[in-house]
């Protein structure tokens, strides 16, 4: 009885936390302070000292308004739009695992061809799950514009 | 699968977007549906149902694919 009680809730806190989103109202915000963020971080390139600290926090933030923007609902949200979004969550997943593995790969490859030492290459959190966060909502649009 | 929905609609004289209102979609979503570009859930179906007064059989058909 405990152990089925214990299934239950499990059950019921993934379904609640797999239905998790953000009102569609805000996603033009989300979309602004990704925009300002991106700007923020190049501006920095042109800045001589570039402070790691700054860099650090436009970094997680930048992460925290796609995360944002790809969980925020749509202005019809209905159940071909969930459809939709799960598979471009499916294949944001599936190119974000071979881009980690692949990319360090040919890095490498192209630094050896340069003359660099091998295993100098790898990949950051940041660029991983910025590259499946961006992934997720491009192939999202595309799905959307194509139904 | 295959379905018949755009002849139910037109038979209640309902266009793409009354009916989405009707079931609570996008109009986007009754033209993928009616164009066999998605399988709508058994709610959606039964949704239809009642709007068109039909069993759902009588609209969505299963082909040799599936």
Not at chain 1, 114 to 129: D, E, H, R
């Amino acid at each position: 009885m405990k152990i089925k009680n214990i299934e239950n809730c499990e059950r019921q806190k993934l379904e609640h936390w797999s239905r998790f989103q953000l009102p569609h109202h805000l996603k033009k915000w989300f979309i602004a302070a990704f925009t300002l963020a991106l700007l923020g971080l190049l501006g920095l390139k042109f800045i001589e000292i570039e402070p790691e600290w700054l860099k650090f926090i436009l970094r997680q933030f930048l992460l925290f308004t796609l995360l944002a923007i790809s969980l925020s609902k749509e202005a019809v949200e209905d159940e071909m739009i969930s459809s939709l979004r799960i598979k471009a969550f499916y294949l944001a997943f599936i190119f974000g695992v071979f881009y980690g593995m692949v990319q360090p790969i040919a890095n490498s490859a192209v630094g050896f061809l340069i003359g660099a030492k091998l295993g100098q290459y790898s990949l950051s959190y940041f660029q991983v799950l910025f590259f499946m966060l961006v992934i997720q909502i491009a192939f999202f649009e595309v799905l959307k514009r194509n139904r | 699968m295959k379905n018949s929905i755009k002849v139910e609609r037109a038979i209640l004289n309902l266009t793409q977007e009354q009916l989405a209102k009707k079931i609570g979609v996008s109009r986007q979503t009754i033209n993928s549906i009616e164009a066999n570009r998605y399988v709508p859930s058994t709610v959606l179906a039964l949704k239809m149902s009642e709007i068109f007064n039909k069993p759902v059989n009588d609209f969505f058909k299963l082909t040799e694919e599936d």
